[in-house]
């Protein structure tokens, strides 16, 4: 790195980060040793390397609720991934954490999503019993660490050590062995605790919003909710009408109340436990980043309301029982037959197994992609 340029980067983290925030100055550094960039900092070039991936790009055609054909004006897996990041940049400079660190985890933290949402990551995974299992953390993992090709010298993308420890801690379902090499008698980082809050806010938010323009969700469902009442009283919004601006506004206010609560009751948190470093901060016994016992009873109510209103709604239920069966029964067809699978997945089989191999293939396929392949296979009379 150019000296002035290395020497004006960590003078700016020294003010904007907080004692508990990673400098990239302070980084464990990455697995193969690079020369540093003249000016930008290891954290910017492993969001721009997470941003310019195959797997990334993919991400477009990824189901988030809705599976891309019912509409384009519902959130994607990229979509709720960009959202995840700007919330994630936001509390990351209120809090005085390492604001690339965040955005680098955020970008990452679902490129092992498979097609068809968390139906595609149960089918994989009921598939992969018996073969080391499947979680969408892990995938993303071995995207980052093995699975991209993008470099001579390596596989993956030679990440900082604190991005694939932010990714191995996200704190949804993940596996004891992904945190063998991350420290795993230790919490997560600030940047990666931002990242997990970021990311619930945001699903929370824009699958309410998803759900209400889609007509699954209606004014009269919502409003015995407390968050509903709250929000309604915040934007003096008066029903029973609920006109495109005022959904809009009702997801804008709620993620800010939501942003909102985070920083004051982290703040309050991380004041309290008198932290004065980054090691300090990630051997507490809870998180630091989080929200108050006020909103988190009124966000329960609300994923609650999802789940029975949205998720387990006839037309998701039908979408996720295609899903299934797309899955499965390409995974079985290839299982059956590996001389299906295109000749660049058949010379990974040696090395990973067939089921793996299969599995990092299905993974990585879009939406539509996964349909045309099982339209091939089993409905040959609807293609030309």
């Known amino acids: 790195m150019n000296y002035a340029s290395a020497l004006n980067t960590f003078r700016k983290e020294e003010v904007a980060i907080a004692p508990y ?80 660190l965040v955005e680098a985890i955020c970008l990452a933290h679902d490129m092992g999503h498979p097609p068809f949402g968390h139906s595609g990551e149960s089918a994989l995974a009921k598939m992969m019993v018996n073969s080391g299992s499947f979680n969408h953390n892990h995938q993303t993992l071995r995207i980052v660490t093995k699975l991209e090709k993008r470099y001579a010298d390596f596989d993956g993308l030679n990440l900082c050590y604190e991005t694939l420890e932010g990714i191995a801690k996200h704190e949804t379902e993940f596996n004891f062995s992904d945190l063998l090499e991350y420290n795993p008698d230790s919490r997560g980082h600030l940047e990666a605790q931002i990242a997990n809050v970021a990311d619930e806010i945001a699903y929370s938010a824009h699958d309410l919003d998803d759900g209400l323009r889609s007509g699954i969700i209606t004014v009269d469902m919502c409003e015995d909710l407390l968050i509903w009442k709250t929000i309604a009283e915040e934007i003096h919004w008066v029903g029973p009408k609920l006109a495109d601006l005022d959904r809009h506004r009702f997801i804008n206010a709620l993620i800010n109340l939501a942003v909102t609560d985070t920083f004051y009751t982290s703040q309050e948190k991380i004041t309290s436990a008198k932290i004065k470093s980054v090691d300090e901060l990630q051997r507490l016994p809870y998180n630091v980043v989080g929200n108050s016992e006020s909103w988190l009873i009124q966000n329960r109510e609300l994923k609650d309301f999802l789940f029975n209103n949205l998720y387990r709604h006839y037309r998701v239920v039908r979408m996720n029982l295609k899903a299934d069966m797309i899955i499965t029964r390409l995974f079985e067809a290839f299982r059956k037959e590996p001389s299906l699978l295109p000749k660049h997945i058949q010379t990974t089989i040696e090395e990973r ?10 993974a990585g396929m879009t939406d539509r992609y996964a349909i045309e392949q099982y339209q091939k296979l089993f409905e040959p009379s609807l293609l030309p």
Not at 72 to 82: A, E, K, S, V
Not at 353 to 362: E, F, H, V
């Open 21 to 100: 925030g990673i400098r990239s100055k302070d980084s464990k550094g990455r697995q193969f040793p690079e020369e540093d960039h003249a000016f930008r900092s290891c954290f910017q070039r492993d969001k721009d390397r997470i941003i310019h991936t195959t797997s990334f790009r993919r991400l477009e055609y990824k189901t988030q609720v809705f599976i891309n054909d019912e509409g384009d004006y519902y959130r994607t897996r990229l979509t709720h991934t960009l959202e995840v990041a700007q919330i994630g940049r936001t509390l990351a400079r209120a809090l005085g954490g390492n604001e690339d």
């Open 353 to 362: 197994g067939t089921d793996t191999a299969i599995c990092d293939y299905i």
